[in-house]
């Protein structure tokens, strides 16, 4: 079972005693994800802001690598 619960230490640590005193509960995990998440949010809007600022090319991708093209694999 899989529990998501936003809450301050308190309310963590009253969630974990009642863990360790039930005799149902074999084993828990508690994994803090707030700090991942407000990474991840910021790693999106910082991709957002940079698809924004680049040039919308006609015809697909743009083309890198001096104008070679390296689909074949020999680069001609």
Same mark, same amino acid.
């Given at each position: 079972m899989l529990l998501e619960i936003e809450g301050s230490g308190r309310e963590i640590a009253e969630?974990? %005693? $009642?863990? /360790? !005193?039930?005799? /149902?509960?074999l $084993?828990?995990?508690? !994994? /803090?994800?707030?700090?991942?998440?407000r990474r991840a949010e =910021?790693?999106?809007? /910082? %991709?957002t802001r =940079?698809?924004?600022k680049r040039p919308q090319?006609?015809?697909?991708?743009? $083309?890198r690598g001096g104008g070679l093209d390296f689909a074949? &694999?020999? &680069?001609e």
């Open positions: 969630l974990e %005693r $009642r863990m /360790r !005193v039930n005799d /149902r509960v $084993r828990y995990l508690t !994994v /803090r994800v707030d700090e991942d998440r =910021k790693l999106k809007a /910082r %991709r =940079k698809a924004a090319s006609q015809g697909g991708h743009a $083309r074949d &694999g020999n &680069g």
